[in-house]
């Protein structure tokens, strides 16, 4: 009897390297059914994604719409363009009513000056912080109007 190959059977036509192909050809064919449903409810999770973002954005422009217009409502109740903001404001403040004088020469005062330069020493020794910092932003930037 002739002696057979390993693999092989003198009644079957395949050889091993067949078997092999044959072999992963089957496991590619079973890859492509598993990846297939997931790469398609992938791909729907992604356009509702798009979806959804698109509608964030249209509704981000809206929102920035609206607010751009309520900034030029409030400027032009004021008075102002509202281009350099800080000046005009500057410019309002200048303009007050005599009556209000008292109150913008109040804050304006040395008195002022010198208990802002109190405070910031006092901060930056209690709490050993930057003397430089800006401390009380928004009276520094009334008493130099």
Do not use: N
């Not at 719409?65 to 500057?90: F, N, P, T, W």
């Amino acid at each position: 009897m002739p002696r057979c190959e390993q693999g092989t059977s003198p009644h079957s036509p395949l050889s091993s390297a067949d078997v092999w192909l044959a072999e992963a050809a089957l496991q590619m064919q079973r890859s492509v059914d598993h990846e297939l449903p997931a790469l398609s409810h992938s791909e729907a999770q992604c356009d509702a994604q798009l979806l959804a973002l698109a509608r964030r954005r249209d509704e981000a422009r809206k929102s920035a719409a609206s607010a751009a217009a309520a900034y030029r409502q409030e400027c032009a109740a004021l008075g102002i363009v509202g281009h350099d903001l800080m000046r005009e404001v500057h410019a309002l403040a200048d303009s007050l009513p005599l009556r209000l004088a008292p109150f913008r020469d109040a804050v304006r005062a040395e008195d002022v000056s010198s208990a802002m330069r109190f405070y910031a020493e006092f901060a930056a020794c209690a709490h050993a912080g930057d003397p430089t910092a800006e401390l009380l932003p928004t009276l520094a930037a009334v008493s130099y109007m």
